[in-house]
């Protein structure tokens, strides 16, 4: 299963969500796909996308906060899981790609992923422990169709849940990101000061078609 | 009883003053009210952390969102917080209230607690982040107004250093 | 189930162990036995002590080393289950006292920890997260039979084993001890320097009784 | 290939010179082959870590068990480190060897790595901790000689920065 494939599977779902992804390459595919001010990009300080999601979550009760995280960065903030299951969002979907290596900090060296295995390589189970710090749903899938079902599942449910999807260690085609942090660390709170839809209308279970964006539409939606 | 409660009201109060509406913590000995109160309150959010270095990410959460926050903690947790603090506060330009119970000096009884104070005011002026103590309970409000505008302002990280001739009380 | 009892269960199988332990109320009712020249107890740093077993471990695998964990250490520490679990030392255990609350920073004030409880509280089972991390044995106790027989096997046995005991929060009778951090830090290696007795005496299957050990019996052997 | 292997094996030979036989790391770009020869040497135990603060545990460990080591971490690596560092090895007066990549300093491109360069160097004056730059091939030996000899007659930690000029290859 690939990355890209999955983010492509949810991102028409992800147009009125907060979304905050870690650094690497889950940041460039997204932004790959077209970028929207309602998506923030932390570029450093590993493990804390999944906090400033719980931040964000607690603060704005009625938007759905969607944390595209990684097994590397998830490792370095595990007591976080407990935190999170403690404060349990009912608005927050935490997603791991899981592809077992710190790709993104090591990627440059030829097979350089190899020697840059996470603990996930050997055994350690993101699900396993998410279940077991409290989430109230957490599940490993490694296929395409398991992962729409489970991503579109919470993205579109009522509880905290988590979706760990094991991927390939592929590098993005492009690392290339043309907005900069501070820019978009100023557009992503505009776009949380316009008031998340109505909740029942984000719920669509209907499974989406992968159909390419068009680019930036959130900032289109922010003219609306 | 040995940690000032009047204080840790005069504290709290401020904090809640100047806007803040969600705080997290690490439990010590001398947040013991702060974070009962805190608890408490219907109007704020506690968020009871598993290690400090979440809250500087739970804080810039809050801030996106439009929400004021604070964090409460040791200053050994300042000191576990130091990554999180370059990586989001000051590399993204992100506001960020720490207060920081100051342990480890004059009057300390546990030898433990001796380095961490040591290194507290060095570390904070090594990433240039701007603090003061509060040690007078007529210093609380206006020191905590003060805070709270330098961070809003500066989009930085500043700290409010709780000492102990205002949060323990000597048993008689 | 009280702490003291059972660390009274496991005091005499600690002989020839590195006994490494972390603040407050653990360290001091472990001292309150009997210290000895083989127990470390780490006064701050919450979380490292079982990275500093692990430290031990590795490096003189001949020796059962035994980490006396506690919930809120273990919770600001969490990513280190699964460095455990990678790393798998067969002659490591690892004990948690799960309290559910940060007891010992907190205890002064009364009823204080009922303000200071951890993740343990309210439904993280650190049990399952360390066999969800790759842990070979992880085991939750609540009765101190249960607790006995786990953490004598675990300290007998040959694998990496974690027993988390659930035990009430209570306050130690005294948290004095006379031996300062320094002096602990620089007897503890010399104890280390001394050879582990062979393997094969150090498995006693038989349940040990409860009596209460002379003080500084380790200071003792150093001289025999 | 951008990350020099030929310095990368001088700074391993170098730091298996000084007796190190346990090794901690989290992986970054510029450490790529020093974890690589790490991990491929029968007589090295190389301890890949979810966080670097397990690292000053770990090596606490290795020495009261008669084993040397070393760290192997970026500069954030440190920054995350902190705690650690005060509360074990300075508390308790333990040796440490950090090798640290000092990223987010001249010639960096990554925006992200330049908050941290800025503060590596004050932070680790701010804990009175001795360093050192490795950018001279020549100097890697002597450089380790020295900084694990002040470690361990000053039972304190001390940091090799591993800088750009030693560890990167411009591509021709």
Redesign the interface.
């Given at each position: 299963m690939k990355r890209i494939d999955c983010l492509k599977a949810i991102y028409p779902e992800l147009e009125d969500c907060?979304v905050?992804t870690i650094?690497g390459a889950v940041a460039a595919e997204l932004y790959s796909l077209g970028h929207r001010a309602n998506f923030?990009y932390?570029?450093?300080?590993?493990?804390?996308?999944?906090?400033?999601?719980?931040?964000?979550?607690?603060?704005?009760p009625n938007?759905k906060v969607v944390v595209i995280d990684g097994d590397g960065s998830v490792?370095?903030?595990?007591?976080?899981?407990?935190?999170m299951?403690?404060?349990r969002p009912k608005n927050l979907v935490h997603l791991i790609f899981d592809n077992e290596t710190?790709l993104s900090?090591?990627?440059?060296?030829?097979g350089?992923y190899k020697?840059?295995?996470?603990?996930t390589s050997?055994?350690?189970?993101?699900?396993?422990?998410a279940?077991?710090?409290?989430y109230p749903r957490a599940q490993l899938v490694r296929e395409m169709e398991d992962f729409e079902e489970a991503a579109l599942g919470a993205i579109n449910g009522d509880e905290l849940s988590c979706v760990v999807a094991k991927v390939e260690a592929e590098m993005p085609k492009s690392f290339l990101m043309d907005v900069?942090?501070?820019e978009n660390?100023f557009e992503?709170?505009r776009a949380?000061?316009q008031p998340p839809k109505d909740k029942r209308e984000l719920r669509r279970p209907t499974r989406i078609t992968k159909q390419q964006p068009t680019t930036i539409p959130a900032l289109k939606s922010l003219e609306e | 009883m040995p940690v000032s409660v009047a204080n840790s009201q005069l504290v709290y109060d401020a904090m809640k003053g100047v806007g803040v509406r969600l705080v997290s913590a690490l439990p010590e000995t001398w947040l013991v009210h702060l974070i009962r109160i805190a608890d408490d309150d219907p109007e704020m959010t506690l968020v009871r952390l598993a290690k400090e270095e979440e809250g500087v990410g739970i804080s810039a959460g809050a801030h996106f969102a439009g929400v004021k926050s604070a964090m409460l903690m040791q200053n050994h947790g300042f000191l576990q917080a130091i990554n999180g603090i370059v990586g989001v506060s000051l590399l993204y330009k992100i506001p960020l209230l720490m207060l920081i119970t100051d342990r480890g000096t004059f009057g300390e009884k546990d030898p433990w607690q001796t380095e961490g104070g040591k290194y507290t005011r060095p570390v904070l002026d090594a990433l240039h982040i701007a603090h003061d103590d509060l040690s007078r309970p007529d210093d609380v409000e206006p020191k905590m107004a003060k805070a709270m505008s330098l961070a809003q302002s500066s989009l930085s990280p500043v700290a409010l250093l709780l000492q102990r001739d205002l949060m323990w009380e000597e048993p008689k």
């Open positions: 907060a905050v650094m923030f932390l570029e450093h300080a590993m493990g804390l996308a999944s906090s400033i999601g719980l931040g964000i979550a607690l603060s704005q938007r490792l370095m903030n595990l007591g976080g899981l407990t935190t299951a403690r404060s710190l900090v090591g990627g440059g060296a030829p350089g020697w840059f295995t996470t603990a050997t055994g350690s189970d993101l699900a396993g422990i279940r077991a710090a409290g900069h942090m501070l660390r992503f709170p949380l000061q | -």
